[in-house]
């Protein structure tokens, strides 16, 4: 063969080989530019990128069958089973924009499926464990070794350690259910004691002869809160199972002892470090739990009501993550009490902003709800210092939300409560809704 031949002859030109080369053969005159294979040496195979339009379903040869069934673009053209798509929740969102695959053909993406919105109050109401589900037997890896906060009991029916877990997550902590998986008996949730947030992740393995170990693990946060949480579930369950000792002690509960929070207003030189902490993105969880805890002294709720504070309070309400979102709600909450804050609610567009919020499928049902209770409480003190398109943005905004949220929510109670305190006021002052 000649220098510059190809395997695929069939498919190429007669132009694209060169004829060979001899030693009297002037090879430097004749070489192409940029061509790197123009030294004389071995017979070199070479190809050149083909445009896309002239592959189609079908090769323009009949010859070229490495080519057959192949679709530009379509890295998946061996005929094999092959899973393509998108990770989908179980109820379909209502469109997906202009494609089509027969599924549904209203444009429109739910916003829970935009990059980077996590489902986690997508699942506000965590699903239940059923009757059939079984957990999976303890895994025979000579280096699989169960963590030290593990309990084994003793049930007949393992689903109902699995509805209790999430009964405890539920009603006896301040948590958000982020994923609930059946098959593999697994919990995950975030979980907050004093605006402190802990990511913890609780799995069932069965032990045979009805006897189950929970394994209590903690993902990320706080440790202080996950040994929190961890001694709460163990009171909990040893109401409802049987313990099954396995030879070593239950670790001790961590409970120290309570801070007294110092009454009276709280220095510049306190206050300032938290503030400047609220732009930087890594800092924000500290900086938010921090303010949260100081804002429930009401003396010290009252030196945090000025402008320059309100200015940062914003950055950490824009924040979508669960440990700066919900600290900083649960502030706002006791904010919302000091008639020193009304004017920097409104100055600085609070309003809307929680408003927004609130409607976002993306935000954390904890969240949602506290910046509910935070409009409630705001809304008379906030009504007569709305400016006329303030006032009706803020009532168009709080009554879609409310269409959002539904007739029978709490979250949804709240809105109203702010909506009838905002048209109360409005009239009381000479303003009337239309």
Not at 55 to 66: M, Q, W, Y
Not at 104 to 109: A, L, R, Y
Not at 311 to 323: G, H, P, S, V
Not at 366 to 388: D, F, I, K, N, P
């Amino acid at each position: 063969s000649g220098y510059g031949s190809s395997d695929l002859n069939p498919m190429f030109p007669q132009a694209f080989s060169l004829s060979q080369q001899g030693e009297g053969d002037p090879w430097p005159q004749q070489r192409i530019y940029g061509d790197f294979y123009r030294e004389p040496v071995e017979c070199v195979t070479r190809g050149v990128t083909l445009p896309g339009p002239s592959l189609g379903v079908h090769a323009a040869d009949p010859s070229a069958d490495g080519f057959k069934d192949f679709v530009p673009g379509d890295y998946y053209r061996d005929q094999d089973d092959v899973f393509k798509g998108v990770t989908i929740a179980p109820s379909f969102p209502t469109g997906l924009g202009d494609f089509d695959w027969g599924l549904h053909s209203s444009k429109g993406v739910d916003s829970q499926y935009e990059i980077g919105t996590g489902p986690i109050s997508f699942i506000a109401n965590a699903e239940r464990f059923h009757q059939s589900d079984r957990p999976p037997a303890v895994p025979t890896d000579s280096f699989f070794k169960f963590e030290v906060t593990t309990l084994h009991v003793t049930c007949q029916e393992p689903h109902s350690i699995g509805n209790q877990l999430l009964d405890f997550l539920g009603c006896k902590v301040v948590s958000s259910v982020e994923k609930v998986n059946r098959k593999k008996f697994a919990i995950k949730a975030d979980v907050f004691v004093d605006s402190v947030m802990c990511t913890l992740k609780i799995r069932t393995y069965s032990q045979g002869k009805n006897m189950y170990a929970i394994e209590f693990q903690r993902r990320s946060g706080d440790c202080v809160t996950f040994n929190n949480a961890y001694q709460q579930a163990l009171k909990v369950l040893k109401v409802h199972f049987q313990m099954v000792s396995n030879g070593k002690e239950e670790p001790l509960g961590a409970h120290p002892p309570g801070q007294k929070r110092r009454r009276g207003k709280s220095s510049e030189a306190e206050i300032s470090p938290l503030l400047d902490m609220a732009s930087i993105p890594g800092l924000q969880a500290e900086s938010a739990t921090a303010l949260a805890d100081m804002a429930q002294d009401s003396l010290v709720a009252a030196s945090l009501c000025t402008a320059s504070a309100f200015k940062e309070f914003k950055k950490l309400l824009e924040a979508d993550n669960n440990d700066v979102a919900y600290p900083t709600a649960r502030m706002l909450s006791m904010l919302a009490l000091c008639p020193e804050a009304a004017p920097h609610f409104v100055e600085q567009g609070f309003l809307p902003i929680m408003i927004e919020k609130v409607r976002s499928k993306a935000t954390n049902v904890l969240v949602q709800r506290q910046l509910s209770q935070v409009l409630s409480s705001a809304a008379h003190r906030c009504a007569g210092m709305l400016g006329e398109t303030d006032r009706f943005l803020v009532r168009q905004e709080l009554t879609a939300a409310m269409e959002d949220m539904g007739n029978t929510s709490d979250i949804c109670q709240n809105l109203k409560e702010a909506l009838s305190s905002l048209r109360y006021q409005l009239a009381a002052g000479g303003a009337g809704w239309h």
